[in-house]
């Protein structure tokens, strides 16, 4: 892997060799590691130049606008796919054959429920709780009901754990919106597929069972599949930083969605919703506009803009289609909000300022829109996000914990105080 070498000079030292490390595609990476022995250490906050791990997951050209999950295009997964065989490919590296994929369809719905007595904790929120708030707690609290898979070096405990993640998080992210409403909760149904089963629970009723739209549980499918995985963003960094210091994957998970809630990351989908109500008319669009592009305003164009695709986000693409499709069968024509997000789309991806830095709309532009057509309230997009994510993160995990691993520990740039000594209070200015 290592051919060939960059050679560091730095001023008034030995110059310093450092080994470039290939991958099978993507740039070349210098491998610092040997960095430290000359007394230096690299910065890069906000890791802009910076790979802090090596992985066989996910692969994203943020040029070329190009995202793979071991090696097959999102948009063939979200076409020729569904979300339990993307979850199969993530954790396993291979799409399933036709028995493997319905003994792994089977081993998810076998662990569909949750502990009877976690409800007890839902009672412990407010009804008003942020949902997200809600699942930080319960999918946290999962850690002290499965005992019997918590030990990290066991293979087989780790595969329990991720199946576990990925058939309860529905069933959690369902009891949360459920408990929001004050209605009860609804055991999962394991005649369903992974996508209807999440809709029933969220909005069937013990005293009305209504029939899942096929359209609609298609949506919800390829929403799953679409947020399923993404390189190392934020909240994945944070499940591997977290399960580097050996903590169990229920707490790992629950740190993950603690990251993900933020605006600038999972948290936009919300905040879309929660900005096109603010700007509330296609007329105050303008002053939108120029709001983002003022350097004194810290507002941003939510939904637009991405750290790593500086072309469109392929997911974008994909979800754009869908939220067609579900406009349609949902006969929703004159939405003016629907309006006014298409038309502040048509003005960003036409004005210089989004032009040169390459401001596309990003993935939860659209999802948020298909989702509030669904009837998700807007509290909920994050949530739905993690559910979703949930196999990425624990596929991470997963990868990490199989090879040789340390416990992540980055330095810093100190510019506090030097060493000094304390005066004694009496002679403190
Ligand atoms: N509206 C207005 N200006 C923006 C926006 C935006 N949404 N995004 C970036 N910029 C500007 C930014 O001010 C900067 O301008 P200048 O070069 O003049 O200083 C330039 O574009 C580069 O932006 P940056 O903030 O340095 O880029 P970043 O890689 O640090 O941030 C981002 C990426 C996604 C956090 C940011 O684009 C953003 O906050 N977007 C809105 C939130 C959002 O939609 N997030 C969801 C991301 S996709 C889902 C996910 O993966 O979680």
Redesign the pocket.
């Known amino acids: 892997m290592a051919d060939k070498k960059a050679q560091l000079v730095i001023e008034g030292a030995a110059p310093v060799e450092l080994p470039i490390l290939t991958g099978t595609v993507g740039p070349d990476v210098i491998d610092v590691r040997g960095l430290g022995a000359s007394g230096h250490f690299t910065f890069d906050p ?1 890791f802009m130049a910076t790979a802090s791990c090596e992985s066989k997951i996910t692969y994203i050209d943020g040029d070329k606008g190009v995202l793979l999950h071991r090696g097959y295009p999102i948009e063939q997964l979200a076409e020729q796919s569904d979300y339990l065989e993307t979850c199969y490919l993530l954790l396993n590296g291979e799409l399933p054959n036709a028995e493997q994929k319905a003994q792994f369809v089977s081993t998810v719905k076998n662990h569909t429920m949750v502990h009877e007595q976690l409800k007890s904790f839902f009672n412990g929120f407010r009804r008003d709780a942020h949902p997200m708030a809600v699942m930080c707690g319960v999918v946290g609290a999962l850690s002290a009901f499965y005992h019997d898979s918590l030990d990290i070096n066991n293979p087989q405990h780790r595969e329990i754990s991720a199946v576990r993640l990925v058939a309860k998080m529905p069933t959690l992210a369902a009891m949360v919106y459920k408990y929001s409403m004050g209605q009860p909760m609804m055991y999962p149904r394991n005649d369903l597929s992974y996508a209807e089963n999440f809709l029933h629970m969220m909005f069937n009723t013990p005293c009305e069972i209504k029939p899942i739209s096929p359209v609609l549980a298609k949506a919800m499918d390829r929403i799953f599949i679409l947020h399923a995985d ?1 390189e190392q ?1 934020a909240s994945t960094s944070t499940v591997r930083l977290a399960g580097s210091s050996g903590a169990n994957p229920f707490a790992c998970i629950a740190a993950g969605i603690a990251a993900l809630w933020g ?4 948290g ?1 989908n919300e ?2 919703l929660t900005m096109l109500d603010e700007i509330g008319d296609v007329s105050n669009i303008d002053k939108f506009i120029a709001k ?2 003022d ?1 004194n305003d810290p507002f ?8 790593v695709y500086k072309n469109r ?1 392929p997911r974008a693409t994909v979800m754009k289609q869908t939220c067609d499709e579900v406009l349609r069968e949902l006969g929703i024509k004159d939405d003016p909000q629907l309006e006014l997000a298409m038309r502040l789309e048509e003005i960003a991806l036409t004005d210089p300022y989004f032009i040169e ?1 390459s ?1 596309y709309p ?4 659209y999802s948020g829109i298909i989702l509030k057509a669904i009837g998700i309230p807007t509290s909920m997009f994050t949530v739905i996000f993690a559910l979703a994510r949930t196999v990425g993160w624990i596929s991470h995990w997963k990868e990490m914990l199989s090879g040789p691993y340390k416990i992540g520990r980055p330095r810093q740039l100190y510019t506090g105080e030097p060493q000094r000594d304390i005066t004694a209070l009496k002679d403190r200015k």
Do not use: Q, T
């Not at 605006?263 to 999972?266: E, K, L, W």
């Not at 990003?362 to 532009?365: E, L, M, S, T």
């Open positions: 906000g993404h963003n605006p600038a990351h999972g936009a905040a879309v983002a592009k350097k941003k164009l939510m939904g637009f803009g991405h750290r986000d830095r401001l990003n993935v939860d532009f």
